[in-house]
């Protein structure tokens, strides 16, 4: 019996690791482009792009930090420097909270894994959460100011 569990075992790991380097190249690919996004994009930049008002800014934020999703640690800090620049918080909080859930640059890979359909579902409602998340964030942070 033992035997039979741990034949079963090493089939199952096996089958696993074959996976996983089946999906490397696209699982490199997807960092690499993550990298790249970080590296060439600046606070800066991001913050010029805002100044549309509570809702514009929220779906900016949102937009933007799916494209440039990455390690959450990161997003706080880049959150921190586009409210230097004079960003509202309305679209940092859009911006962390899309940073972590969504994932245009993923969605290949998220796709190939999960598959297509359970994806869209995924990220159109992680971005309407996202959206609802942040103002009702913000709103609440100026409730408690008061």
């Known amino acids: 019996m033992r035997k039979e ?54 779906f900016i934020g949102a ?11 990161v997003s706080y800090l880049v959150g921190g420097e586009l409210l230097e620049e004079g960003v509202s918080l309305y679209a940092v909080t859009a911006f962390i909270l899309s940073w972590v859930t969504l994932g245009i640059i993923q969605l290949p890979a998220e796709s190939e894994v999960f598959g297509f359909r359970f994806t869209l579902y995924r990220n159109l409602l992680a971005l309407i959460s996202t959206i609802v998340i942040a103002i009702a964030t913000v709103i609440t942070v100026g409730i408690i100011k008061l």
Request: negative net charge; charged residues 10%.
């Open 63 to 73: 937009f933007v930090g799916a494209i440039s999703s990455g390690n959450p640690t």
């Open 5 to 58: 569990e741990s034949n079963s075992f090493i089939k199952e790991l096996r089958k696993a690791l074959s996976v996983f380097i089946s999906m490397a190249p696209l699982l490199l690919g997807v960092i690499g482009l993550v990298g790249i996004m970080q590296t060439y994009i600046t606070a800066d930049m991001m913050a010029s792009i805002f100044g549309w008002g509570v809702i514009g800014d929220t």
